[in-house]
């Protein structure tokens, strides 16, 4: 589909697990990016990171933490999530400061 | 700050007919302007960007979109829909400038879905 590759695809836990969520992206994009898509709502962007330095936080709870080890890789940490947190997660990167973000296929995620 | 509106939830058409799928901004500076498709259980797919230059611009599977200023539109088109592309489609903007540090923020629009019916 395309360079970006998400894991897993889906993902049941309840409000008290913790899991993770792994992207990782084959285009040598600077940038990466964890958004969040409800049904009928905006795209909601959670977390912007360049170079692996963190430069947006959107107001995300504390129960979501990123992590970016390198320009590669780009995880979730997920611990006592709500049920109003199920949706799809979406990673996406980008070449450094060009406009056009790619996107990889979204993990799933039902919390219970 | 930048906003992006899709007044239509759903856009229906016949195959082979014209099609057009509506998208206004707002942004305080000088846009860059995006369309993606999202097919079901796959992420966001881009289409087509408006940077500079030419107002029409040409992106992936013969679609286009025209960038008008003075009406703060950029509407998606396809002279001759197929079946294949009912899916779930995107406008986003971008202020000239990106983020302090790098990278890019993109404000999407709560996205049209498109069905073409044979």
């Known amino acids: 589909e395309t360079g970006v590759t998400q894991t897993p695809r889906h993902l049941v836990m309840g409000m008290t697990n913790k899991k993770s969520l792994k992207c990782e992206q084959h285009?040598?994009?600077?940038?990466m990016y964890w958004y969040k898509q409800s049904a009928k709502k905006p795209l909601e962007l959670m977390f912007v990171y360049s170079l692996e330095e963190r430069v947006e936080n959107n107001s995300v709870p504390s129960r979501f933490s990123p992590e970016c080890p390198n320009s590669s890789h780009l995880f979730l940490h997920l611990h006592t999530l709500q049920p109003e947190d199920s949706a799809l997660y979406l990673c996406a990167s980008s070449p450094w400061d060009r406009g056009e973000q790619y996107f990889g296929p979204g993990t799933r995620l039902t919390v219970t | 700050a930048q906003s992006v509106a899709q007044p239509e939830d759903q856009v229906n058409v016949a195959e082979g007919n014209p099609l057009t799928v509506k998208c206004t901004y707002s942004v305080s500076g000088n846009p860059y302007l995006f369309w993606y498709v999202q097919y079901p259980n796959r992420g966001l797919q881009f289409l087509l960007k408006?940077?500079?230059?030419?107002?029409l611009v040409k992106g992936s599977y013969g679609f286009e979109a025209e960038f008008n200023k003075s009406q703060t539109s950029f509407h998606l088109k396809k002279p001759s829909a197929l079946v294949s592309d009912s899916a779930l489609y995107f406008c986003a903007v971008r202020e000239v400038g990106g983020l302090t540090g790098g990278g890019n923020k993109l404000t999407f629009g709560t996205g049209t879905q498109l069905k073409v019916e044979l």
């Open positions: 408006y940077i500079t230059g030419d107002n």
């Open positions: 285009l040598g994009h600077n940038a």
